[in-house]
């Protein structure tokens, strides 16, 4: 079965970084695109980024992009988001997900989902 596990999470200050990893199992993870998913506290599902089947495209929601970067690494079952120059707006929980269809952007979500891990940006 789908297993999707995050970490990476926690409290930062303006400005600071993080980098989240989203580590995977039960499916063959180099044929699934990987998608990060955020939620604010109060606000719905927020796409962030994705990346497709072996890394060489990515997509970033504009309020992250210059500022966020997804890559994944198909020999560990892994993928990560490092996010640089954090504003409070970021705060959310960020879900890792996984599909095997591109669906970025619209208003159609992964089948497979982790936990999440909570990050919050504030001084």
């Known amino acids: 079965q789908v297993q999707l596990v995050e970490s990476g999470g926690g409290l930062v200050q303006p400005g600071g970084s993080l980098r989240l990893s989203c580590a995977a199992s039960?499916?063959?993870?180099?044929?699934?695109?990987m998608y990060w998913v955020r939620q604010a506290p109060g606000k719905g599902l927020e796409w962030v980024s994705a990346i497709n089947t072996g890394g060489g495209s990515t997509y970033y929601a504009d309020s992250v992009k210059g500022r966020f970067t997804i890559s994944r690494d198909n020999a560990k079952n892994a993928v990560y988001l490092q996010m640089n120059s954090l504003k409070p707006e970021d705060t959310a929980v960020y879900y890792c997900a996984a599909d095997q269809s591109f669906m970025f952007g619209t208003s159609w979500f992964p089948k497979n989902w982790g936990q999440g891990t909570q990050v919050t940006v504030s001084s």
């Open positions: 039960g499916f063959t993870f180099s044929s699934y695109w």
